[in-house]
Each structure stands twice: as structure tokens, then as C-alpha cells.
């Protein structure tokens, strides 16, 4: 079974409660991401992800230069073990309905695992599959 931790995205970029979230929201158009940790200190209290501020944005109910990320983020309310399987991964996201998934080893949190990441994994297989 293929593991979480082969798939995973090993670089994790940050963000603080206090950023203001027109900040965060370059940090990720910058590095190609649609989600950013939040870290507080040497912990990680939550996630910023592009759903968080589009739809509200997109609606005129918040002003990006003025909202700081903090009244945005997500807490962090599941994350996956690295050895865990793609297929664990998948339920998890599906149950939680969320796109990122935080990937721990030993409970620190050391990548990210997204649904991109899964659809990779996907369309790997179909590749290697003889019709």
C-alpha cells in the first residue's frame, strides 16, 4: 500500500495569526499553494486555505487589507500519520470535507497532504494500467 509521506508536499509554508490576509494571500499565489499553515509561536493553531478567503471576498464580506488572518483560518482539526495509506488519507478528507490534510510524524507535523496531492497518486496509476 502506497503511504501518505510518498505523496506528501515536504515544504510547509507559513503564516501568522496576525498577518493580515491580503499578506497571506500573496505568500500563496508566490509559492503556488492554496493553503498555508497558520503557526503561533512553534506551533501550528490552524489553516489558511484559498476557500477561506475567496468565497468572502469574492462576495464583498471581507476586505483582505483589513482582515487579519487569524478571523479567517481554520483550526486544525485532523491531521494524517505518514505511514497512513493514500486510501486512509482519502476517507479522511471525504468524512472532515476538507482539501488539506496536516502530515505528522512522532505528532509533529512535518507536510501537507492535499487533494492534488491524491489526484497525483490517481492519475499515476491510470498511467501504469495496461487496457
Known amino acids: 500500500m502506497i503511504k501518505v509521506g510518498e505523496y506528501m508536499s515536504t515544504t510547509l509554508y507559513t503564516t501568522t495569526p496576525d498577518e493580515y490576509a491580503y499578506k497571506a494571500i500573496d505568500k500563496m499565489y508566490k509559492h503556488k499553494v492554496n493553503a498555508l499553515l497558520v503557526k503561533e509561536g512553534e506551533d501550528y493553531v490552524g489553516i489558511f486555505t484559498k476557500t477561506d478567503w475567496m468565497i468572502l471576498a469574492l462576495k464583498g464580506e471581507c476586505d483582505t487589507k483589513s482582515v487579519k ?3 479567517l483560518m481554520t483550526d486544525i482539526k485532523s491531521s494524517i500519520d505518514k505511514n497512513q495509506t493514500i486510501a486512509q488519507a482519502s476517507a479522511l478528507i471525504e468524512k472532515r470535507k476538507v482539501r488539506h490534510l496536516p502530515v505528522t510524524d512522532n505528532d509533529k507535523i512535518v507536510g501537507m497532504f492535499s487533494v492534488k496531492d491524491m489526484e ?3 492519475l499515476g ?3 501504469k494500467t495496461d487496457f
Open 69 to 71: 488572518v487569524s478571523t
Open 120 to 122: 497525483r497518486y490517481y
Open 125 to 127: 496509476l491510470h498511467k
